[in-house]
């Protein structure tokens, strides 16, 4: 069959293909764990419910406008005033499919074939596959002390005459690590002197631990004109538990956004309208939700790194942010997909391996589901790597016994 060379190029979302591994196992009866999803499992906000089903009732579900519904632009507007302190007109604004379309429609009108986009490694899975998809090329980097905390001179020395842009992921999918202010104020104004695009892809903001408060990237810019090339990319998929909605947004200048809105509106049309009203409910209704899930993310990762702490062999850095958490397992395996696949045979536990990210040896746990899940999903992993541990495993009723 005759298929695109980018058609080809582009990998499964090794993230989604994790989920539907653990739909079938669960389908079968099997006692699955998935500590590798991506996903809040609280309830979506009661206002954004009501008021999706409101236009659901009223029967007046159509066409939108490409960008999005002028009252999400608004409420999008108030939401960049509250967390940016910045006021943002309707024209700099677009709604999308998610976070990921507003990234994806960002990089097709900034990107030419062979440019270049830079990233911090371990990176989220879809940067590599989005550029490829432009016909650009993704470019990571590793900082060079090993840390989840990348450096400016780490980046600058990958930036050259195809860059043009930079994206920065903070809190950081798969590491939780939140980059220090400094480090912002120094990427803003590199990009600015270098005249390149900076993508702050914002989605965990607001799911941040131990005191930490949001971090505003356009203090740090000097140039707030029309002619900026910075571009803020948030959605209500992590912090409200929308998943499933499909609706994230981009500020960015008024020309950008409008390349962004032609291309959107040849490739979907602007989001759902249901959609669209259930945002607008989320972001203007009671936000107690939100708070309520930061506690319960940062609970979790208190559990999940005393647990890992005690887990002999493993490394692991406290994330600060996010509900994930990306520990160094090469002491029992490096190769992280055969580390992970040997976990979901023996133990039906799910987690991602590293090498998706950009770093093997390593397997990114995610912490946004039950307290119980990651205390047993933790001792099953234990029983199966340490030589020591005894003979035998239950779960539930079924016995398991060490074969290996
Ligand atoms: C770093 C990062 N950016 C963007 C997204 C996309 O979010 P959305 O569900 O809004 O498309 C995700 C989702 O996993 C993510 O981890």
Same mark, same amino acid.
């Given at each position: 069959?005759?298929? #695109?060379?980018?058609? @080809?190029?582009?990998?499964?979302? =090794? ?6 591994? %653990?739909? &079938?196992?669960? +389908? ?118 090993? #840390?989840?905390?990348? @450096?400016?001179?780490?980046?600058? =020395? ?6 043009? %842009?930079? &994206?920065?992921? +903070? ?122 899930? @930061? ?110």
């Amino acid at each position: 069959m005759s298929i #695109s060379q980018i058609g @080809r190029s582009i990998a499964e979302s =090794a993230t989604l293909k994790l989920n539907e591994t %653990a739909a &079938i196992l669960r +389908s079968k009866g099997e006692p699955v764990i998935h500590l590798g999803g991506g996903e809040p499992k609280s309830m979506p906000p009661i206002d954004a419910i009501v008021t999706a089903a409101q236009l659901l009732n009223s029967g007046e579900v159509r066409y939108t406008p490409a960008d999005g519904i002028p009252a999400l632009k608004k409420a999008v507007i108030r939401y960049t005033e509250e967390f940016y302190h910045r006021h943002v007109e309707p024209e700099n604004v677009i709604c999308s499919g998610g976070a990921k379309q507003a990234i994806m429609v960002a990089l097709q009108a900034i990107l030419n074939p062979q440019e270049e986009v830079v990233y911090p490694a371990p990176y989220w899975v879809s940067y590599p596959e989005m550029a490829k998809l432009c016909g650009g090329v993704g470019v990571p980097v590793y900082p060079e002390d090993g #840390s989840f905390y990348p @450096r400016l001179k780490d980046i600058e =020395a990958k930036v050259g005459p195809y860059t043009k %842009a930079v &994206i920065i992921n +903070s809190p950081n999918n798969p590491t939780g690590a939140m980059y220090p202010e400094s480090f912002i104020a120094e990427i803003v104004q590199f990009c600015e002197d270098r005249d390149l695009y900076l993508i702050m892809d914002d989605i965990y903001h607001r799911l941040i631990f131990d005191g930490r408060k949001p971090i505003n990237c356009y203090k740090y810019a000097k140039d707030l004109s029309e002619n900026s090339k910075l571009i803020v990319v948030n959605g209500v998929s992590k912090q409200y538990a929308m998943t499933g909605f499909r609706l994230g947004w981009a500020v960015a200048s008024r020309q950008l956004i409008r390349v962004m809105t032609n291309i959107q509106s040849h490739q979907t049309s602007g989001p759902s309208a249901i959609v669209q009203h259930a945002a607008v409910g989320a972001l203007m209704g009671v936000q107690a939700g939100v708070e309520s899930l @930061r506690q319960t993310l940062e609970n979790n990762r208190n559990v999940l790194i005393s647990r890992l702490q005690a887990f002999e062999g493993v490394k692991v850095q406290r994330p600060d942010g996010t509900f994930y958490c990306f520990a160094d397992f090469s002491a029992y395996d490096k190769n992280s997909a055969r580390l992970a696949q040997k976990l979901l045979d023996k133990v039906r536990v799910l987690v991602m391996p590293g090498i998706e990210f950009g770093l093997d040896g390593h397997l990114r746990i995610s912490y946004c589901g039950a307290v119980k899940d990651i205390t047993e999903g933790i001792e099953r992993m234990k029983w199966v790597l340490d030589p020591d541990a005894p003979n035998e495993l239950y779960i539930g009723t079924r016995k398991l016994v060490r074969d290996w």
